[in-house]
């Protein structure tokens, strides 16, 4: 093998990388909170309006399902400021898939969720004379979200690693510092043998943190 | 919509009964599960109500505060119609606000408790408390702590139901239901899910509060406590009432056929032959 | 519009190779994946654990990294594939880690009851593994492959980053040539969604078919 492993020049564009992880998260966090607004909205929406609406909802759910995100994210970037005067940097156009990406997952996991909830629970929440707000907010949501919590993390970790498609914007995340690093040093082994374990500890990181919140919350 | 407490009188000129069902229908599909009952219940009387299962009783229950809006008939609790407004002449549902607003008048405990799991046992009492009857987080939790020592649980206060026993959890039920002040208790087979040694604690604090003077319309399969606390047992079968009168009458007697099958099915008790 | 009709030749080629390398995937992953999924719920232990940790790995990290290590890494080591070898390759590990997990959730979820009823009986483990387990792990096992299969297709689109001309890239050229990004974007978006909600409309309509199964 004529390869002589030298992690040196790694270390020297290290910040590339670390900066590239945080700005990952930052974009997953921004996604998913968007996208648990969407999908809220969209599963209290689906539930209580007629076959029209739903069927929206449907589609909207399916089309981001079935389609690669590449192609949701270059569409968004490249497409829509054709249509629309629309001029949006990569950054933003990203965030803007990714959260309509992530809405589409969560309608799903928030129907799931609800549609767990006991009914005899509602039933003791109309027993004590709450109106339909107040069992929505008091009972409902809370017990929803702790049905929904490993969903939620499973969600966000998924995000986590798609922030990587945001590489071909040029947005600066983790795995554009990688390639760049590889286009320059041609350290290819050193940067990936890096770069895997930062998703990899980075995941089971949050992973960790998020299963001693679900622990907290657990329902019954 | 505040209800207003009728001071209606009946026709014997006593006061006019807590709860009055007449003609009360209710079909699912095409099952009919009530076939007309008519009840009534007063101030400080304990009604059983027994029967084997699919005969309605639940349905009877869940009628009163229209868990379940009932098809035909009438469901008065204190002289106003809770399942139906009858604004000039033509009768119609009532709005799910208007519902709510009714069924703060009721209290009901359910078979399988249904606490609410993300809440401890104080804040479940407090939550109608606060968002239905209006009172402040501090006065909501001393009228939660007080009765969770009249049930016995003092010490739970700010435990979660996944930390509490069955018997435990039901007290707290019994506490959340009864905190309300309603005028009519509900109780929907309450020691049925409980392991037998944990039933006593329970029938323990409903006998105190039959003592105390609660209305209550019980659904139970606990003959013998049927017979030692109610004023009256009403037996329902086929979504009729077949038999209705004192506890004494009823057990000991067995007018009725269906009534003596019924009874010999599910009591062991030598006591009730 | 005239544009679109004659680059029609162009996405047609790639949605060809699109589907080549997916179904490549999908055999090599299953092949791997049924037998290491096998492996790992039956296996010894060290066995166990090395598949575990693989399975771990590769679905830790994001597919275009995976894609990118491959097809970056492979000729470092000697190996020079060309770009469509190193794509299969990358895809094909990642959907074995998936089937792996698919694999094991099925067959971990019959009950060893019906393994002990089998032993009883006399059946070694192949005549078990094959009269007994596997058609009762089956309809656990096909709609979430199904669904893992749907993950293949999107996954392709991402080996036009390594210069495979697939469907993806073939609309990026065409886009490149004519300067209409729209409307060949959503013809791209319609063919992905009319193949995978096919698929997943399968895979809905198998799980509801076996949903009668209660135990």
Redesign the interface.
């Known amino acids: ?1 004529l ?1 002589h492993l030298n992690f040196g020049l790694i270390w020297k564009n290290f910040p590339k990388l670390t900066w590239g992880l945080v700005l990952s998260l930052e974009l997953a966090l921004v996604a998913i909170a968007i996208g648990v607004i969407i999908g809220l909205a969209l599963a209290l929406l689906y539930e209580s309006r007629g076959r029209l609406c739903r069927g929206f909802i449907t589609m909207y759910v ?2 981001i ?8 994210v ?2 968004v970037f ?3 400021p ?2 629309v005067d629309l001029r949006y940097d990569a950054t933003t156009s990203f965030i803007v898939t990714l959260s309509v990406y992530s809405g589409a997952y969560l309608v799903e996991i928030f129907r799931t969720g609800l549609a767990a909830i ?1 009914r ?2 509602m ?10 707000l ?1 069992r929505l907010l ?2 409902r949501f ?2 929803m979200f ?1 049905i929904v919590l490993p969903s939620l993390s499973n969600t966000f970790i998924s995000l986590f ?5 945001a ?2 914007l040029a947005v600066p995340e983790l ?1 554009y510092g ?2 760049w690093i ?1 286009f320059n040093t041609f350290r ?2 050193e940067v ?1 043998a890096v ?2 374990p930062m ?2 500890v980075t ?2 990181v949050i992973l960790g943190g998020l299963r001693l919140l679900e622990r907290q ?4 | 919509m505040p209800i207003s407490a009728s001071s209606a009188t009946a026709p014997d000129g006593g006061p006019a009964p807590v709860v009055r069902i007449r003609g009360l229908k209710k079909s699912f599909g095409t099952t009919v599960v009530l076939d007309g009952i008519d009840l009534d219940v007063h101030r400080g009387e304990v009604v059983s109500i027994i029967g084997p299962s699919g005969g309605g009783k639940t349905t009877l229950l869940r009628c009163v505060n229209v868990l379940e809006i009932y098809d035909e008939g009438s469901v008065q609790i204190d002289g106003v119609e809770v399942g139906f407004t009858d604004s000039s002449g033509t009768r119609r549902k009532r709005t799910e606000r208007d519902l709510a607003h009714h069924r703060a008048e009721t209290g009901m405990v359910f078979q399988l408790f249904y606490l609410f799991p993300h809440l401890t046992a104080a804040e479940n009492i407090m939550l109608g408390l606060r968002k239905v009857r209006g009172f402040s987080k501090a006065e909501a939790r001393s009228i939660a702590e007080r009765w969770l020592d009249r049930v016995g649980l003092t010490a739970k206060a700010d435990s979660l139901p996944s930390q509490l026993s069955g018997g435990q959890q039901q007290r707290v039920g019994i506490a959340r239901a009864v905190a309300m002040e309603p005028k009519v208790l509900l109780l929907d087979e309450i020691t049925s899910a409980l392991d037998p040694e944990l039933v006593g604690e329970v029938l323990a604090v409903v006998r105190k509060l039959a003592e105390d003077g609660m209305t209550m319309m019980v659904v139970t399969h606990e003959m013998a406590f049927a017979r030692e606390v109610s004023s009256r047992v009403v037996f329902i079968d086929a979504g009729r009432i077949a038999v209705e009168g004192k506890p004494k009458d009823v057990f000991q007697k067995q007018s009725n056929e269906r009534l003596r099958s019924f009874l010999s099915r599910v009591s062991h008790d030598p006591g009730l032959k | 519009m005239d544009y679109i009709l004659s680059s029609m030749k162009f996405l047609w080629q790639g949605l060809f190779v699109t589907v080549e390398v997916s179904l490549l995937v999908i055999v090599l992953s299953l092949v791997f994946g049924l037998a290491l999924g096998v492996l790992v719920t039956y296996g010894p232990t060290p066995a166990r654990l090395a598949i575990r940790l693989f399975s771990d790995i590769i679905r830790g990290i994001p597919v275009l990294v995976l894609i990118f290590t491959v097809y970056y890494g492979l000729p470092v080591t000697g190996l020079n594939l060309n770009n469509f070898v190193s794509a299969v390759i990358a895809l094909s590990l990642f959907s074995t880690a998936q089937i792996i997990e698919i694999a094991r959730g099925a067959l971990q979820s019959i009950h060893h009851g019906q393994t002990e009823a089998a032993k009883a009986i006399g059946l070694t483990f192949p005549q078990r593994l094959f009269h007994v387990i596997f058609p009762q792990a089956l309809r656990r096992f096909l709609p979430p492959w199904i669904n893992s299969v749907t993950d293949v297709v999107k996954g392709s689109a991402l080996v036009s980053l390594v210069g495979v001309v697939d469907l993806m890239l073939a609309i990026q050229q065409v886009i490149g040539r004519t300067f209409v990004p729209m409307p060949l974007y959503v013809l791209g978006a319609l063919i992905y969604f009319a193949i995978n909600y096919t698929l997943s409309s399968l895979s809905r309509m198998l799980e509801a078919r076996y949903a009668y199964i209660r135990e």
Do not use: H
């Open positions: 093998m390869y399916e089309f399902r079935n389609v690669p995100l590449i192609l949701l270059y569409l490249y497409g829509i054709t249509l006991p005899g629970l039933d003791a929440a109309k027993a004590i004379g709450l109106t339909p107040q008091y009972v809370p017990t702790r690693k798609d922030t990587s498609v590489s071909v795995t990688a390639q590889n290819i082994i990936y770069v895997t998703y990899l995941g089971y919350f657990k329902v019954r």
